[in-house]
């Protein structure tokens, strides 16, 4: 058998960063170089033996099924989903995961044997630089004293979120095909392209899945379990400026970046990430780019609530009404777009999905963490389609960046936890 670790280490030199730009354009997947995990994924459940291997050329899923081998007669189909996909905020090309075994609690120096990062930062001009996985930063990492920790080299992130769920569910696949003592219903399994830019399941085919019941794997660190998460959507705020000379400007010249940067101080003083926690939402400024004729301001807004989420966007809209009427011009433009939304208000009677992981968590020794999701999943996009997804942890931490890491122990665990909740 092909271990978790082995796995994971391989999907991670696949760079499988997704776009933003080119899903707003209507290209799905938004990157091409996706399709490359994916037919990888194909080929090795069809070499392990699993019933039903497709891979859609077109959009990039895969989808499988391991079958019902019970003598208990119809079982309801529960599906094991991930996402192949990387984020846009940092590259995921060229990934040189390193293994740090037994872990001391020590400040981890990334990249610093390695040739490799070592170009690449004197490449970026960054020669000389050094990031520091601590705990004094990080303190989590205490949680893993003793256990081994895969790292980045610090040049690209790590690709935990989502590959080490891949890694899990493929780990799982083939645990269940060589071990027909297990018993079980037909699980379907589904990888997704393009979740990290929103889009993730915007082209599923559920009657191909064929599940009743649905896990994503695609969580943080060893027992997270969750069934709420953010109510989100994209906003884009555009400004056109006017450019008169700077000597001859006066009551002509409207200075679009000065414009963008009154607009992000009037919206927000504290709901914002670096703030807020829990259930609170936020107002976060992405990406700032202008000069004296234009500007862009590009946000994301999340919320828990449904009603604080709206008021989010009304707020952007109203600041924006407020400026062009103080500049006696229509200057601002503000462009909204849902992206998901809450799954707690569709899992309904399906609670019992969460029941069962807290259950099988607990027998298999992990402490369950339920928590509101600070971020989203498939999960929540499915649950609005009508197959109830709660969300699973896949381990990693520190997702999106350099400083992302994950615990070989949690994903050897979290193997077990998805063969123990299908035989529950």
Known sequence: ????????????????????????????????????LAKLLAQELEEMGADSVYYDSRYGYVYAKILNNSDMGRIPTLAYIAHMDTSPEVSGRNVNPQIIRNYQGKDIVLGEDSLNAQLKLREAGNEGRQYVLS????????????????????????????KAGVAEIMAMAEYLLTHPEVK???VAICFTPDEEVGAGVDHIDLNRLGADYAYTVDGGGIGELEYENFN???????????????????GKMINAAIVAREYDRR??????????????GFYHLTEINGCVESATLKYILRDHNRQFFESKK??????????????????????????????????????????????????????????PIRGGTDGAKLSYMGLPCPNLCAG???FHGRYEYICIQSMEKIVELLVKLISI
């Open 232 to 250: 989100a959507a994209s906003a884009t705020v555009t400004i056109t400026g006017r450019n008169v000379h700077p000597g001859d400007a006066k």
């Open 184 to 186: 079980h219903g037909d």
């Open 135 to 162: 705990p004094r930063e990080f303190p989590e990492l205490m949680q893993y004293k003793g256990k081994d920790l895969i790292t980045t080299d610090g040049t690209t992130l790590l690709g935990a979120d989502d």
């Open 314 to 371: 009304r707020t952007m809209m109203q600041l924006a009404d407020i400026m062009n009427r103080e500049t006696g011009k229509e200057i601002i433009h503000v462009e909204i777009k849902d992206q998901y939304y809450n799954m707690k208000d569709k899992l309904g009677d399906a609670m019992f999905l969460v029941d069962n992981a807290k259950l099988a968590m607990e027998d298999i020794g992990i402490i369950p963490k339920i928590r």
């Open 1 to 36: 058998m092909t271990s978790v670790v082995d796995r994971f280490l391989r999907y991670v030199k696949y760079d499988t960063q997704s776009d933003e730009n080119a899903s707003l354009e209507g290209k799905f997947p938004s990157t091409d170089k996706q399709h490359e």
């Open 267 to 280: 919206l927000t003083d504290r709901d914002r990430p670096e703030y807020t926690e829990g259930y609170e």
């Open 396 to 398: 990693g931490h520190n």
